[in-house]
Structures are given as structure tokens and as C-alpha cells.
């Protein structure tokens, strides 16, 4: 059974810094690319970031570009994501998410982890 | 890139049948075939119901079909069950994005 754990959401105060972490199981994480998807209370999805699966190709949205960084280590079976200079919109729930393939976001969802930004 | 637009809101009786529509432009959906639906319910993770405009992934009911007419996505649910009540978003790949979601549509079984 595929199951994805987020962990590491957390209250932060505006500029600070928090890594979300995921861990994999139930399939050969090494083999899948994996997605961010975030979702702010009350509304819709966005799309965070990609990494392919041996991690060399990365994208962003632009609303978080130079802010988050993913990463992974597939002996590990972990997805990564480093979230710095927070700011009050990035409160969210943070989804990991297999790609089904590239133009498929994502086959299975973990069940997110929240991150709040406020003083 | 734009969020896609999808209605607020569709509500039909059980057993009618209901259709979600994802509008964007020609030079998104109008030039893609790399649409996904996704189902939430409250509280809980979202579920891919069809990929690729109209595939099913395995496990999914046979009644959600999805459909594509010129810049307009679409995604019928017939024989409308209790069950079905709850948020579907639509998303496009393409390869200069990569990925947008539609603005989402809440769907109420009368």
C-alpha cells in the first residue's frame, strides 16, 4: 500500500524557516518523481514544486521561487522541503504527492502537514 | 499562469447527473490533453478521478467521465450518489508551467 507521511508543519513567525518532511513507503520511491501541493484554509490547490526522481530536475511556482528548496534521498525514502522567509500566505496544509507521470500531479496524496505564519 | 475557472458551485438530486466545466485558453487547455480531476472530501487528501482527460484510474467508478471541447474541460458524475458531495479541482500540465489547478467547485447533493 503506497502511504506517504508528511511531518515538520509548525507555528513560525513571519521570516522564519521550517523543513516538511515525507516519508515514502509502499513503492519504489527511487522510480517516482514527487510534487508540493499546498492548500490555504478555505481554498483552493496550488502546486508548490516538482523534483524528478533521481532529483535533476526541480521546478517552482513562482510565488515561492528563491524562498523553498526540494530535495530528497531515495536511500532514505524522503522527500524534503525547506521553506525560508515565510510569510503570512504561506499558511497552508502541505501535501506530498507521487507523480503518476509528468503531466499527472499526483496519483496518491500524503495527508499534509500544516504550516501557520503568524506573530 | 492563471488558475483555471471552474464554477462555485453545481448541485443535482441523487441519480441526476451533474457536469464541472474548466475553462482556460487556447494556448492551455485548448492545446493539452494533460487534464486531471481531483476529488475532496472535508478534512481529507485529494483523489485523482481522471487523468489524461478522460482516463480512469483504476478503483474509480465508472460514473465520473471527463471530456474536452475546444478550451473547456469538463467532468460529468452521473447517477448522482450522497457520496459524491464534495470539492473537485481540475489541473493542467504543460510544460512551461508545469502544473495549474482550477479555482475549484463545490458539488451539493440536494
Known amino acids: 500500500e503506497v502511504q506517504l507521511v508528511e511531518s515538520g508543519g509548525d507555528l513560525v513567525q513571519p521570516g522564519g524557516s521550517l523543513r516538511l518532511s515525507c516519508a515514502a513507503s509502499g513503492f519504489s520511491f527511487s522510480l517516482y518523481s514527487m510534487n508540493w501541493v499546498r492548500q490555504a484554509p478555505g481554498k483552493g490547490l496550488e502546486w508548490v514544486s516538482y523534483?524528478?526522481?533521481?532529483?535533476?530536475?526541480?521546478y517552482y511556482a513562482d510565488s515561492v521561487k528563491g524562498r523553498f528548496t526540494v530535495s530528497r534521498d531515495n536511500d532514505q525514502n524522503s522527500l524534503y522541503l525547506q521553506i525560508d522567509s515565510l510569510r503570512a500566505e504561506d499558511t497552508a496544509i502541505y501535501y506530498c504527492?507521487?507523480?503518476?507521470?509528468?503531466?499527472?500531479?499526483?496519483?496518491?496524496w500524503g495527508q499534509g502537514t500544516l504550516v501557520t505564519v503568524s506573530s | 499562469q492563471s488558475a483555471l475557472t471552474q464554477p462555485a458551485s453545481v448541485s443535482g438530486s441523487p441519480g441526476q447527473s451533474i457536469t464541472i466545466s474548466c475553462t482556460g485558453t487556447s494556448s492551455d487547455v485548448g492545446s493539452h490533453n494533460s487534464v486531471s480531476w481531483y476529488q475532496q472530501h472535508p478534512g481529507k487528501a485529494p483523489k485523482l478521478m481522471i487523468y489524461d482527460v478522460s482516463n480512469r484510474p483504476s478503483g474509480v467508478s465508472n460514473r465520473f467521465s471527463g471530456s474536452k471541447s475546444g478550451n473547456t474541460a469538463s467532468l460529468t458524475i452521473s447517477g448522482l450518489q450522497a457520496e459524491d458531495e464534495a470539492d473537485y479541482y481540475c489541473s493542467l500540465y504543460t510544460s512551461s508551467s508545469p502544473y495549474v489547478f482550477g479555482t475549484g467547485t463545490k458539488v451539493t447533493v440536494l
Open positions: 504527492v507521487r507523480v503518476h507521470r509528468i503531466e499527472v500531479p499526483g496519483d496518491y
Open positions: 523534483i524528478s526522481s533521481v532529483g535533476r530536475t526541480i
